[in-house]
């Protein structure tokens, strides 16, 4: 099993930047990559962000240049760094690690979720 623990969203006014962390632990060397998703009123989940564990990372069209993501391997911690926020940046964020079964199967576990909300 692996636990994943989210902080960091909030109300941010357009422009603006939040740094979003989750921290993992458990049977975390299962795990080959970790990301983050987000889940707008009405709409599905999208993958916002994710990094391997050899580091490649890839990135939704509509984030690409705004935001990055990290990781601390020494923290078990994984970072969302979100710049130049607008307001269709508003969701629920998710934090994801998906841990590889065969060469096309995966098991994805997910954090609780946290709100970020961009304001105009």
């Known amino acids: 099993q692996v636990q994943l623990v989210e902080s960091g969203g909030g109300l941010v006014q357009a422009g603006g930047s939040l740094r979003l962390s989750c921290a993992a632990s458990?049977?975390?060397?299962?795990?080959?990559?970790m990301g983050w998703y987000r889940q707008a009123p009405g709409k599905q989940r999208e993958l916002v962000a994710r990094?391997?564990?050899?580091?490649?990372?890839t990135y939704a069209d509509s984030v690409k240049g705004r935001f990055t993501i990290s990781r601390d391997n020494a923290r078990n911690t994984v970072y969302l760094q979100m710049n130049s926020l607008k307001p269709e940046d508003t969701a629920v964020y998710y934090c994801?690690?998906?841990?590889?079964?065969?060469?096309?199967?995966?098991?994805?576990?997910w954090g609780q979720g946290t709100q970020v909300t961009v304001s105009s």
């Open positions: 990094i391997t564990s050899g580091n490649t990372t």
């Open positions: 994801n690690a998906r841990r590889a079964i065969t060469a096309v199967t995966s098991y994805n576990y």
């Open positions: 458990g049977n975390i060397f299962s795990i080959n990559a």
